[in-house]
Nanobody
Framework: HVQLVESGGGSVQAGGSLRLSCQVS????????AAWFRQVSGKDREAVAH????????YYADFVKGRFTISHDKVKNAVYLEMSNLQPEDSAMYYC?????????????????WGQGTQVTVS
């Protein structure tokens, strides 16, 4: 049974920082892929960042603009998203996902397992 549990969300002021964590159980992240998406109520889920854990290759959505960093801890089997210079438009529920099927990394349809999300609010 694969389980993803996100944590680290919260409320911050504009310009602040947060570090999101995603603990994965039931499946190793080594030589795998993981990503973060976000979703505002009533809107589509959008990709934030993606990592190929075997080589540390990362991809980011254009709106990240160097503010976010995705990383992976092999020992802890966890994925992280460091976010800085947060802006109100970054407010959303942030989801961790893994088991990428290939294709467009920015499409949520190409991932199999999802966490329940952690809320980020920037004011």
């Amino acid at each position: 049974h694969v389980q993803l549990v996100e944590s680290g969300g919260g409320s911050v002021q504009a310009g602040g920082s947060l570090r999101l964590s995603c603990q994965v159980s039931g499946r190793t992240l080594s030589d795998n892929y993981a990503a973060w998406f976000r979703q505002v109520s009533g809107k589509d889920r959008e990709a934030v960042a993606h990592i190929w854990t075997a080589y540390g290759v990362t991809y980011y959505a254009d709106f990240v603009k160097g503010r976010f960093t995705i990383s992976h801890d092999k020992v802890k089997n966890a994925v992280y998203l460091e976010m800085s210079n947060l802006q109100p438009e970054d407010s959303a529920m942030y989801y961790c996902t893994t088991s990428y099927r290939g294709g467009d990394w920015e499409s949520p349809l190409n991932y199999k397992y999802w966490g329940q999300g952690t809320q980020v609010t920037v004011s």
